[in-house]
Each structure stands twice: as structure tokens, then as C-alpha cells.
């Protein structure tokens, strides 16, 4: 068959019938997890599931398959990561449902150009020394036991360099860049926030792909 040129011309590839894989993207209202079990449906009224795939009816991503199942815990307990955000809001209401919001806005990875934020995790405490060991990179880090995540060192993080990018691909929901230096310039973001970047692969084409959201520590 392989030595049968003709048939890998573009006048007999055109005489293919089209097929559109169903790939399945959080919507407005809608945000899927993908568990080994099932999907997890979450609106704001709650979460459905676990959905058989074999029901579910779309394609996704095999790395967007978190690698465990979904159980729901019947005997209620706290919740050790509920426990973790009120440690570190200080026990402070307003700043424990500002920070939910932020975690919401990272998992539900629906963007368009008019709603992709930057979310900025920084000390309680700006100064010139650094304060370790207050949650923030452990809160980020977290995030990428649900979404897809690429972490970035934000010491040595150039995003002008070449091939800065050529680990984020179309499967990526979150970057992560942590603990970036005091020369780091937010202004070299701002287009790959709000228009994408462009990644630039070795020994391959360039491409453009959505970023979801920086994480910037």
C-alpha cells in the first residue's frame, strides 16, 4: 500500500470524508475532571457524576485523566485542604472566599480573550527579604492535582528566550511560574496573557497555543 503513491496525493486524500473529533471543553457554566472512573460534572448548583465515558459521549485529552478514582466521602469530615486555605487566610472570612474564588478561576479552564487573568500569589508582607514556608507555592502546586499544570523556575524564567515554552502544548491548563526574581517583568506577559503564546519547538514549526492562566508567584 506504501509503495502506492498516488493514493497519499492530494486529489485522493480530498475524496476522504472529514471527521471532527467531539473534544470536550469546560463551557460558561459547565467545568469537567476527568477521573479514571468516570467524569465529574461541577456547575454552581453542584457536581454530577461520576459519568461512564463510555456514556459521556465526547473525547478528552488522556493526559487530562487524573490518575486515581472519584469517591465521595459519606461520613463527613473536615476537609484537611479547607483547613490548609484558612490557615492561610489568617482565619479571615473575606480573604478565604476571595482566595476560593481564585482556585475556582484557575480550575474552570473556560477562556477567552476577555476573561484571561493572571493570578498573582504574593507574601502577606512585601519586602526585600522572602518570606518561605507561608503555603504559596504549596497552593499553587495543588492545583495541578486536578488540571493539567507546567511549572516553570521563575528565577532562571526568560519568556523572551527561545524555546521557553516548548514544554506547553494544547493539553496544558495552567502554567506555574514560581518564585521569580526581583529583575522579573510582568510586562513581558501581557500578551501571552491576553492573545496566547507562541511556542517554539526544536527541530519543529512554530504554534500558537491558548494559554489558560500563569500562575506568577
Request: glycine letters at 6%; proline letters at 4%; aromatic letters at 14%.
Amino acid at each position: 500500500f506504501i509503495r502506492n503513491t498516488p493514493f497519499f496525493r492530494p486529489g485522493y486524500l480530498n475524496a476522504l470524508s472529514r471527521v471532527e473529533p467531539k473534544l470536550i471543553r469546560d463551557t460558561k457554566d459547565t467545568s469537567y475532571f476527568f477521573y479514571i472512573n468516570g467524569v465529574v460534572q461541577v456547575t454552581k448548583e453542584g457536581f454530577y457524576g461520576p459519568i461512564p465515558y463510555e456514556k459521556f459521549g465526547h473525547l478528552v485529552w488522556e493526559h487530562h485523566i487524573i490518575k486515581r478514582e472519584f469517591r465521595i466521602n459519606e461520613i463527613y469530615e473536615a476537609p484537611v485542604f479547607a483547613t490548609f486555605i484558612n490557615r492561610l487566610t489568617n482565619q479571615d472570612s473575606d480573604r478565604y472566599n476571595y482566595l476560593c474564588s481564585l482556585i475556582g478561576y484557575a480550575l474552570h479552564n473556560y477562556r477567552t480573550s476577555e476573561n484571561t487573568r493572571a493570578i498573582i500569589l504574593n507574601d502577606e508582607t512585601i519586602n526585600d527579604q522572602p518570606e518561605g514556608g507561608s503555603g504559596k507555592s504549596l497552593l499553587a502546586k495543588s492545583l495541578g492535582y486536578l488540571r493539567n499544570q507546567v511549572i516553570k523556575d521563575g528565577k532562571t524564567f526568560n519568556p523572551k528566550k527561545s524555546f521557553e515554552y516548548s514544554d506547553v502544548d494544547e493539553t496544558t491548563d495552567l502554567l506555574l511560574i514560581d518564585e521569580t526574581s526581583e529583575y522579573f517583568s510582568f510586562e513581558d506577559l501581557f500578551s501571552v496573557i491576553t492573545d496566547g503564546i507562541t511556542i517554539e519547538k526544536k527541530f519543529g514549526n512554530k504554534d500558537v497555543c491558548r494559554l489558560n492562566i500563569p500562575l506568577y508567584l
